[in-house]
């Protein structure tokens, strides 16, 4: 049957009444709002997306190669696209999108006591391996967060290191590139700085940190430390 008589036997009718031709128009209305909705999924520019197949990721079955020969993916590999549309089957397949991007995350502030700072710092990373970043892991960053303050915290009880020296420490660190592999992240930069502490509040935060019990006033045992 041609194209034309499929389309006349589906939407025209002679021998039907109004209505029925005015149901089939409304069902076929519908069921292309929901493919549009839940079967094109856009995944925007700087990012890339995960494809699921009943909530699990697709894998790749066979190697693929570019055009050159050379192997791009290898079988077993999690299914990347992006970006661009992404078409699929509304309620069985779907995307999980993530920036490829460089991101950066600040860390929680942390204060030196010898010689007394507070210390700032921030890391850069991007996401490199997406299946170990969602499906591997509840929250890659704040894993990424706590790991990196884990070793800047180890590294401010050292009193020699300064600010840059603290940076490429953690950089270098082995066991924080070896956490960053598994969460499918690529630390790219750890920036940190130092100020000093000029509020009692913080002062009184420091020694509470270090479970020092202030014999006065956060004000006069700064002034003291001034004076001294």
């Known amino acids: 049957m041609p194209v034309n008589g499929v389309l006349e036997y589906l939407w025209f009718r002679d021998n039907d009444p109004w209505w029925a031709t005015l149901l089939r128009a409304v069902t076929l209305i519908a069921l292309l709002i929901l493919f549009a909705f839940k079967g094109m999924h856009k995944v925007p520019s700087g990012s890339k997306a995960l494809r699921t197949r009943f909530n699990k990721v697709i894998h790749l079955r066979r190697d693929v190669y570019d055009r050159l020969g050379y192997r791009t993916n290898s079988r077993g590999d999690a299914k990347v696209v992006g970006p661009g549309l992404v078409i699929g089957i509304p309620f069985v397949h779907n995307v999980m999108v993530?920036?490829?991007?460089?991101?950066?995350?600040?860390l929680p502030p942390m204060i030196r006591l010898q010689p007394l700072r507070e210390i700032a710092s921030q890391i850069n990373f991007k996401v490199v391996d997406l299946e170990k970043s969602l499906v591997g892991v509840a929250d890659y960053k704040g894993l990424m967060v706590n790991s990196c303050a884990a070793v800047i915290r180890r590294l401010v009880q050292q009193t020699t290191l300064s600010d840059d020296d603290i940076s490429a420490a953690v950089l270098a660190d082995d066991w924080l590139q070896q956490r960053a592999d598994h969460l499918g992240v690529r630390l790219l930069d750890v920036n940190v700085a130092s100020a000093n502490l000029t509020e009692p509040a913080q002062l009184a935060q420091a020694f509470r940190q270090e479970g020092i019990v202030l014999e006065g006033?956060?004000?006069a045992v700064l002034a003291a430390r001034m004076v001294n």
């Open 98 to 106: 993530e920036s490829i991007t460089e991101q950066f995350e600040p």
């Open 217 to 219: 006033t956060p004000a």
